[in-house]
Structures are given as C-alpha cells and as structure tokens.
C-alpha cells in the first residue's frame, strides 16, 4: 500500500524551532506581506487545489459505475464513457497538478529572491565585528539554506495543509455518500491505522536525524582535512593518521546508524502491514454480511476501499501541520533576525560627500577599544595627515598601528573622538565615496577564487587592458602575469594560493592601485616582498599617490616619509621626521638603534 510513502514526513515540532520563536517571535502581519504582492497567484494556486481535490474523488465513482452497471450489462456505450471520463480526468488532474506547481513555485522562487537579496545587502551593511562576532557557516546557512526552506514554505506547506483540508473533507463526504454504514466502520479503524503509521515515521525520522549530523561530520572532515590550507597543515605538522582515524570513525558510526535505520520500527512496521490488510478485509466483511451490507453492489465495495486508501496521505499531512507551522516561523524568525540587523557603522542620512575640500586626513582625540575587551587598543590619538605628504606609522607589535589604519578606513568607528577625511568626519561621508577616495593594501591579502582580470576589475569594473596592465607594472607584478599560460585570464587559485606572498601582496596592490584613490593606505603591503622590490614599488606608488599612510617594519621605507609617527601602547609618543626624531633620542630613536638588517625592532611584520 506504500506506507514509507505516508510515513516519511511525519514530524515532531523541533526544540531549536521552538527556542528561536521564543528569542525572536513573528509577527504573523509581516509574514502575510510577503505574499500580498502575489495574492492572485495564490488564490489561484488554492482554487486550483480545491479543483484537485474534487477530481480526484470524482474517479471512484466512475469505477462504481463501470463494474456496476457497464460490464454486468455489456453496456459498451456506457463503458466508453466512462473509462474516457477516467482517462480525461487522470489527465485533467495531471494538467491541474502541473500548473499549481508551477505557479506555487514561482511565487516561492519569487519571494526567496527578494529575501535573497535582502538579506545579503544588509549583511554587506554589518561592520568587521559582526563577521567576528559570528562564525561564517552560520551566517551562510542563513542566506542559503534558511531562505532556500522559504520554497518549501510556500510549495509545501501552506500548499499541503490547503490540499489535505480539501482532499479530507472531500473524501468523506464521498464516504459518506457511498454508504454512510461503511463511513462509519472507518472512522473506528482508520485512526488507529494513522496512529501506528505516524509512530513508524517517527521512529525512522529520529534515526535519519542522527544519520545526517554522522555525515554532517564526516563532511566537514573531508573540507577541512582535504583543503589547500588542511592538507597544507596536515604535512607539515605529520597529523594525516589523526585525520586518517578521526574519518574512519566517522565512517563507522554510519555503518551502525544505517543498520538501526533499517530495523526502527520493524514491530510497528508489520503491526501497520497487518492493520493495512485488515482495514479492507473489514470493509468486505461489513458489505457481504446480511445487516450491514444490504444492497451494497460490488462497485461500491471497490470504490470505497478507493477512496478509504487515498485518505491515508491526508490525514497523515494534517498530523504534521503543528510541526510544519513551528518550523515555518522558526525560518521566517531566523531570516528576519537578519534583515533587522541594525548596523554598526550607519550610512548618514544626508551624506556631505561634497564638503571634502583635499586628500587629508586627521585624527582629534582618538579612543578605540574592541568590543568586549578590557583595555583601549588607542588613547586620545590626535595626528594630522596632510595632503600630497608620505606618513608613516612605526611601533611596537600591539602599539595600535593596524587598528589606526582601520579607523582611517572606517572598518570600524572610534569609541570617542573623530576621524576626518578633507575636514570631514568620515561618518558623514557616504560608503561609496569613501570606498573611492581612500585605499587601504593589508598584508593579509585576499583575492577571489576567479581570474587576475576579474580580481583587478572587482577595483575599477570598466578598466580595459592597457589600464589593468599599467597597474600591473606599477606594482611590478606584470612579468609575472606574462609568464603564466592565460596571462590576465589565468585564475588565481583558493585564496590566491597559485601565487607567492609577494605575488599576492604585489596582485593586491595593483588592484587597489587600479582605482586611483586620493589616500593610499599600505598596512605593512609590502612585508613579503625583498628589499629591492620594495624599494621599487614604493617609488611607484609615490609618483601617483596625493596622500600615503605607511605601515611599515624597513628602516628604508620609514626614513623616506615626510613624518613619522610613533606609537606605543596605543598613545602617540613622537611625531616628526626622521632626523628629528633621531635627534630627540626618544623611542623612535631606541627603535633605530636595535634595528637589525634594516628592520625596525619590535616592528616586525605579523605572520
């Protein structure tokens, strides 16, 4: 009779769906507008169910009428009719099907991509924090996987609780209309039935949850183990046999799951066989004994069990309705979640983009500390970058250098005190134009799993050759671009591991070198690279750059700035130039004389 088939979705209301309700309830208004903008689509699709609903009961009594009336009397007109009428309606129905499902998953699709979209522009919106604050796969689960449940949503389960109403009520009422004695037999045998079918589903649904949390496991052995940066790891620190074990054993916790699969349920399964071949053995029984089955044809017999089978599905559906509807809102909770993230560096109302006068920069009275921690990673900063001048930032490792290069960006917003851009606090400058003045090239650099062109464009996306090849040059990088097999069209690899850290370093510098920025930024950009290509790509950048902000470890790069700055435990301890400041024999000073091989001490890039 295929119970797996009645049996698989059955459901018990999740305890996470139920604990996310209670952290982020919904407010059922804002779920219903969502779908307003395709209410006629919808009233279509329940029509449409309504439709298949009632064709689909139509047919038992077609198949009364043909073993009652058509074949006994070899009425061959009547028989015509009615397996054309069976045919037309099978395809009938199938047409209906057809077109409910295209309808309802458009809308579907229609509503993930505007939730899609939305979601994921306001995540663009978050500052740094947010992102470390939360772990990447939980954040992309949200924007796929949870917005992707919004198809089923729509699909699945408004449609499904819709058509097994329908498809209930309709059945009955042709129980009832093919014998009201029978009907009544079934409302004593039919529950009991859908009872032990349901706990089967359970049984096997509890062990399949565990089946996927194993291979949940076992897949994220093989992502992290089977990596660039796990195999890497895994080579150099002689762990493989660590690996190795900890997949076997995932492995063979499957082997178990598997086999407890197999047999869950298996007592409840042949009792449900058993109460399956029963419940039409009663209903023969009831039509053939003399009290209650006076005047009952065969036909309704056969039609009858018909429609007794088909009731299975629906019922079985509106038993799952309470679990379809907690994790329905537990999803539409945890995408709103999301889209109501306020963010942490608000774009300003009335932007005053026009207000910058010149390519300097400053700080006044500078405090920052990290959220959650104890101490202030920068102290009452105050430093003025002029425009068209070279600053350098030299310190200790932990003095405030990077966290003062990200301020100056506005990866983050200082705790008290203003950071300005051409005399205007950058929190009053909008994201795009900010973006467009000023550059920042980290040691940590990052290029996208896709071509050097691609990489390059992601900068300035109308760029065409020859200015991809000039930035190229000017980050004395092209050499190496020429020599690869596709040049500019040759992909960079997983986090651009094809290249050597110089490489990448000098890949990101010419891409950021592509956008011509007024204030250029270079957080210890060049740490990776040798003395004379540093030297090289530092004349580079100064020939073109109005205003350049260094961070740097080499003696050389430092004493070509037209001032340097000191910190130490996040306080500006000297400012000035570097003869200056070697004359005040002060920290600066200090620094000089411990350098060894041309490399500030304590200035050390981080690796």
Same mark, same amino acid.
């Given at each position: ?49 309504? *439709?298949?609903?009632?064709?689909? %009961? $139509?047919? &038992?009594?077609? #198949?009364?009428? +043909?073993?009652?009336? !058509? ?110 004695? *029978?009907?009544?037999?079934?409302? %004593? $045998?039919? &529950?009991?039935? #859908?009872?032990? +079918?349901?706990?089967? !589903? ?406």
């Amino acid at each position: 009779m295929g119970h797996d088939m009645f049996g698989r979705g059955a459901q018990r209301k999740n305890p996470a769906d139920l604990a996310q309700l209670t952290r982020a309830p919904v407010d059922l208004r804002r779920v219903v507008g969502l779908f307003r903008p395709h209410s006629g689509s919808i009233a279509l699709v329940v029509g449409l169910i309504v *439709l298949t609903s009632g064709l689909t %009961v $139509v047919q &038992p009594f077609l #198949v009364r009428a +043909t073993v009652d009336d !058509a074949i006994p009397h070899g009425d061959v007109p009547l028989l015509l009719r009615l397996v054309a009428g069976m045919v037309g309606l099978a395809a009938v129905t199938q047409v209906v099907a057809v077109a409910q499902t295209w309808i309802s998953a458009r809308v579907g699709q229609e509503i993930m991509h505007r939730l899609r979209v939305d979601v994921f522009e306001n995540l663009q919106r978050q500052s740094l924090q947010f992102f470390t604050r939360n772990r990447a796969g939980e954040v992309q689960s949200r924007l796929t996987n949870d917005i992707s449940g919004m198809q089923s949503v729509v699909t699945t389960t408004a449609t499904s609780i819709a058509s097994n109403v329908t498809m209930t009520v309709a059945i009955m009422i042709s129980m009832i209309a093919l014998s009201p004695t *029978l009907a009544v037999l079934s409302l %004593v $045998v039919l &529950p009991p039935a #859908v009872f032990v +079918t349901r706990r089967v !589903a359970l049984a096997r649904r509890s062990v399949t949850a565990r089946q996927q949390e194993a291979l949940a496991d076992l897949q994220h052995t093989i992502s992290e183990e089977l990596s660039i940066s796990g195999m890497r790891l895994s080579k150099t620190l002689g762990s493989s046999h660590q690996a190795a074990r900890r997949f076997r054993d995932a492995s063979h916790e499957l082997i178990g799951l598997e086999l407890e699969s197999q047999l869950a349920g298996r007592w409840r399964m042949a009792t449900m066989q058993f109460v399956f071949a029963t419940i039409p053995a009663l209903v023969y029984l009831a039509g053939g004994l003399p009290i209650t089955g006076r005047g009952m044809s065969i036909g309704t017999l056969i039609a009858f069990t018909t429609l007794q089978t088909q009731l299975f599905r629906p019922l079985l559906g509106l038993l799952n309705v309470g679990a379809q509807w907690v994790a329905s809102m537990a999803l539409f909770s945890r995408i709103f979640e999301y889209l109501d993230l306020t963010p942490d560096l608000a774009e300003p109302a009335s932007p005053a983009d026009e207000q910058i006068r010149d390519p300097s920069m400053a700080l006044r009275g500078v405090t920052y500390r990290y959220p959650g921690g104890h101490d202030d990673a920068l102290i009452d900063v105050t430093i003025d970058i002029p425009a068209g001048r070279t600053t350098a930032l030299v310190g200790h490792t932990g003095s405030g250098k990077s966290t003062l290069a990200s301020l100056l960006v506005r990866l983050m917003d200082p705790s008290r005190g203003d950071v300005l851009l051409g005399g205007v606090d950058l929190r009053a400058i909008s994201a795009d134009e900010r973006a467009r003045r000023v550059g920042i090239v980290t040691q940590e650099t990052y290029l996208a799993h896709t071509t050097i062109r691609e990489n390059l464009l992601l900068a300035r996306p109308d760029a065409d050759d020859a200015l991809l090849w000039d930035a190229l040059e000017r980050a004395h990088v092209a050499d190496v671009v020429r020599a690869l097999p596709l040049g500019l069209d040759q992909t960079v690899g997983a986090r651009g591991h094809r290249f050597s850290g110089g490489e990448q370093q000098r890949l990101a510098l010419a891409r950021t070198l592509l956008k011509e920025p007024e204030v250029l930024i270079l957080d210890e950009a060049t740490s990776a690279l040798d003395n004379e290509t540093e030297r090289a790509v530092q004349e580079a950048v100064a020939t073109v750059r109005s205003t350049l902000v260094v961070i740097a470890h080499r003696l050389s790069t430092v004493r070509a700035a037209d001032q340097i700055v000191v910190l130490d435990d996040g306080r500006v301890v000297e400012q000035g130039t570097h003869e200056s400041l070697l004359a005040g024999a002060g920290a600066y000073a200090a620094l000089v004389r411990a350098s060894t091989g041309g490399v500030l001490a304590g200035a050390q890039p981080r690796r």
